[in-house]
């Protein structure tokens, strides 16, 4: 059974661009969720998929957007990047019914945005 | 909103000994699901122990133990016979149902020889 992957491990963007992040789920989950965590803090909730279809928000503005595909593999998009934006990324996927309170991380994406 | 606060910034311990991580939180409901999760340089968050609230037994996993007391909204993490391996971020979480991970600013913990 593989865990969680993301890609890529790192990435370095230009303020204004637009950058896309991966995340395949640990095998059997349907539940992806995004996270953003800046340097020495704790996690912040962005989104989930279940399903293909967002189910969960947190407060961050439109230009951040995700996907869920139909093998339940996920992308997060951000545009008109930020120098704020800078920090690590991380995707966890939980399954459906019995476990799926408990989220599983991926290794996370470093971001940086000169 | 639901909010959760670890206090200590830094820990230490000597290697072989006990060492305790504090967490509270804030909730009005009744059923949800705390965690300790831990983060090593690597970056990769490992969970570590989980527990449901409506169990009054505390959760045990191995080395790591927690003290949970519901009324106090209180949830410590106990890690017993340290190890050298046991030094990385350690972050308390909070999630009720499947919504999201609410997650505490972390307790960096020391492990020295």
């Known amino acids: 059974e593989t865990g969680v992957t993301q890609s890529p491990t790192h990435l370095i963007k230009t303020r204004g661009q637009q950058v896309t992040l991966r995340c395949s789920s640990q095998?059997?989950?349907?539940?992806v969720s995004w996270y953003q965590q800046a340097l020495g803090q704790g996690p912040q909730f962005i989104f989930q998929?279940?399903?293909?279809?967002?189910?969960g928000r947190g407060n961050f503005p439109p230009r951040f957007s995700g996907l869920q595909f139909p093998n339940y593999s996920s992308e997060l998009n951000v545009n008109a990047l930020e120098l704020d934006d800078s920090a690590l990324y991380l995707c966890?996927?939980?399954?459906?019914?019995?476990?799926?309170?408990?989220?599983?991380f991926g290794p996370g994406t470093r971001l940086l945005v000169l | 909103a639901q909010t959760v606060t670890q206090s200590q910034p830094e820990m230490s311990v000597q290697e072989a000994e006990t060492v305790t991580l504090s967490c509270t939180y804030d909730?009005?409901?009744?059923?949800?699901?705390l965690f300790w999760y831990k983060q090593p340089p690597s970056r990769q968050m490992i969970l570590v122990i989980r527990?449901?609230?409506?169990?009054?037994q505390n959760a045990t996993e191995n080395r790591f133990s927690v003290n949970f007391q519901k009324a106090a909204k209180s949830f410590s993490l106990k890690i017993s016979d340290s190890q050298l391996g046991d030094a990385a971020m350690y972050f308390c979480?909070?999630?009720?149902?499947?919504?999201?991970?609410?997650f505490g600013t972390g307790t960096r913990l020391q492990v020295f020889p």
């Open positions: 998929y279940y399903r293909e279809e967002e189910n």
């Open positions: 909730t009005s409901e009744s059923d949800y699901y």
């Open positions: 966890a996927s939980s399954p459906e019914g019995r476990g799926q309170e408990t989220q599983y």
């Open positions: 095998s059997g989950h349907n539940t």
């Open positions: 979480a909070y999630r009720r149902g499947t919504d999201k991970l609410i």
């Open positions: 527990q449901e609230a409506y169990k009054q």
